[in-house]
């Protein structure tokens, strides 16, 4: 686990969170934290992307879907800051806090990719099978042909 995520903040460290959310310290929404993340990560503003993120993490609620996203997302921005053990706890972490069809596929893959590009054969291996399982055994309501092709494809090649 990222270990600044259970202990306290240094004061200037603080201070810079609280500069990064401007006004958003407060907010209960989990999801307009998750969006305000994407805008700064879409403009390459990883630090402080990964602020908002962590911040839908530290803050108490019970909404399983936005604490997977945060750690989906989280995972992304580990990954760009080349914190890879960081990155492979955040995708684990993303799929096993909810059952979302998409967060977790694209975890699992995200983290199948990775482990492959580490040459971690048998990680890869273990992350492959649960991502085949679920895409064939699973019955999911929300299906996208298209997404599941896709990886499908990847899975194959």
Known sequence: SPD????PLERKEHQRILT?????VTCTDPYVLLEKGAR???KNKIDEAQIFWEHVLRQPHDNKRATALAW???GHAYYELDQSNNTIYAWEEAAKQ???FFTKTDALYNLYVL???EEEERKALQKYEALKA???NTRHTETDPFHEA???YYLSG
């Open 4 to 7: 600044y995520l259970t202990q």
């Open 20 to 24: 990064v959310l401007n006004g958003h």
């Open 40 to 42: 700064k990560y879409q």
């Open 72 to 74: 989906y997302y989280l």
């Open 98 to 100: 909810d059952d979302d």
């Open 115 to 117: 482990y492959s590009l």
């Open 134 to 136: 679920l895409l064939f």
């Open 150 to 152: 896709d990886a499908l």
